[in-house]
């Protein structure tokens, strides 16, 4: 009976924090691809100019997400021990780290704003229209650290609903100030890129002023204050770094691996851009299921660890991975169902169209290698505190495998995009292995609290 009620409350408080987590990624991407949209509509130079930018916010969201989840490895363990004191010296070694991060790119993207844009182009008019964006929006790295790293703060303790209210807010806020002020509507002057960066940059200072609202009056576990950010824990933020530094790392790598993969791609046919361009966008709001059972299992697992039931932790390890396997499943199919409805939407070439399809309907196979891999690396291993075995198989496997081999099959063999597609996604299915074969039989349960 007791075994019963343990597995409900298990089931209970994965779904409840699952259901939030992907639906909050579903609402962040929307946003992006609401920005899309609009200046698509606009001015295509606009809209390379923006994307241009995007690739630095990109691999600056990455860093930012390393710090995030780092955190969120640490305190869920103390959150099971029910400490919460070093909770908030670990989240304060966080936020200063956050906020460093976001000072340097700051001075960087001031001082040489065009050059900046120019790693990602050489045209004049896109790098003149991207150097105007990124004078606005690099504000919003200061409200997006402090933001992420609260966020995470607060998902260690199983706090969640929170940050989809917050996702929700910043798209309608987003949407509509990009409406009036990238085409001049209700008297507004016509603005194009810097009227996008204008709503991107209003929707990040609201969100991080109503999160500081909802902190000071409302959050309930963990009390958090503003003089606790103003010290340092020299033994606790060690403790933190040591796990986060790798992490930092093979995030940063990745966005340069994503940036890459838009190498690869680009010297393909226009058709082929168009087509994986269209696919991919559809492909990262299914992603999103993949991506919230990572966050839920990191925070679960954790938490478990925590309480010091060890053999518990191994059994909702077990019981995690079967899931994963059925969402990865559902997420499979549910891509190659509805790609023949969404690709309705678009006006693209015939050849684009095929093309499309074809990326799709590998998409959907890659889907369900990653809903397993990704949780089970990134959530159950990573967020059991062995990082590092995630970080070498990160490195070996894009850098050693992935990355080599799709330069060779797309510059040297000359192979069809399909065959490339198929390359740039094949760790997320072999990844499956090694995920497996640690989680089964390997040491990943790490205790990093201290007493």
């Not at 806020?173 to 209003?202: D, H, Q, R, S």
Request: aromatic fraction near 10%; include cysteine; proline fraction near 2%.
């Amino acid at each position: 009976m007791g075994q019963v009620k343990t597995e409900k409350t298990f089931y209970r408080n994965f779904f409840s924090i699952y259901i939030v987590l992907v639906l909050q990624n579903v609402v962040t991407i929307s946003v992006n691809l609401a920005d899309n949209v609009m200046l698509g509509g606009y001015s295509e130079t606009a809209l390379s100019g923006v994307a241009a930018v995007n690739q630095i916010q990109f691999v600056y969201q990455q860093l930012l997400t390393a710090l995030g989840d780092g955190l969120v490895i640490f305190c869920s363990q103390y959150w099971g021990k029910r400490q919460t004191q070093p909770m908030r010296r670990i989240s304060a070694a966080a936020m200063q780290a956050g906020l460093l991060i976001a000072v340097l790119l700051f001075a960087a993207v001031s001082l040489f704003p065009e050059q900046a844009v120019g790693l990602f182009t050489t045209e004049t008019a896109i790098i003149r229209e991207g150097a105007s964006y990124l004078r606005i929006v690099r504000f919003t790295y200061f409200f997006f650290a402090v933001t992420t790293i609260l966020l995470a703060t607060l998902r260690s303790v199983e706090t969640v609903k929170i940050a989809f209210a917050l996702s929700v807010m910043a798209f309608f806020v987003n949407c509509c100030i990009n409406y009036v002020l990238i085409y001049g509507k209700f008297g507004a002057p016509e603005m194009g890129a810097e009227g996008a960066a204008i709503g991107t940059l209003a929707a990040r200072i609201l969100e991080c002023a109503v999160l500081l609202c909802y902190i000071a009056r409302k959050e309930d576990r963990l009390h958090l204050k503003l003089k606790e950010y103003l010290h340092v824990d020299r033994v606790l933020a060690a403790d933190y770094f040591r796990v986060c530094l790798p992490m930092l790392v093979v995030q940063g790598l990745w966005g340069l691996n994503t940036a890459l993969q838009t190498v690869i791609l680009g010297h393909m046919t226009a058709a082929a851009i168009a087509a994986n361009s269209a696919a991919s966008t559809l492909f990262l709001l299914v992603k999103s299921t993949a991506v919230g059972a990572a966050s839920t299992a990191s925070v679960l697992i954790g938490k478990t660890i925590g309480t010091g039931n060890i053999p518990l932790v191994k059994h909702y390890s077990r019981v995690m991975q079967r899931m994963f396997v059925v969402i990865g499943l559902a997420s499979g199919l549910l891509l190659f169902l509805i790609r023949i409805p969404v690709m309705s939407l678009y006006d693209l070439s015939p050849e684009a169209m095929d093309m499309m399809d074809t990326f799709l309907v590998i998409l959907s196979v890659v889907c369900v290698g990653m809903s397993y891999q990704m949780p089970t690396n990134n959530g159950i291993i990573r967020g059991g505190g062995n990082a590092m075995f995630v970080v070498r198989m990160d490195l070996v496997s894009i850098w050693m495998i992935v990355i080599p081999l799709s330069f060779v099959m797309a510059f040297v063999v000359k192979a069809s995009p399909a065959v490339v597609v198929c390359c740039l996604n094949a760790d997320q299915i072999f990844k499956c292995v090694p995920a497996f074969l640690e989680s089964h039989y390997g040491n990943w349960i790490r205790k990093l609290t201290r007493e």
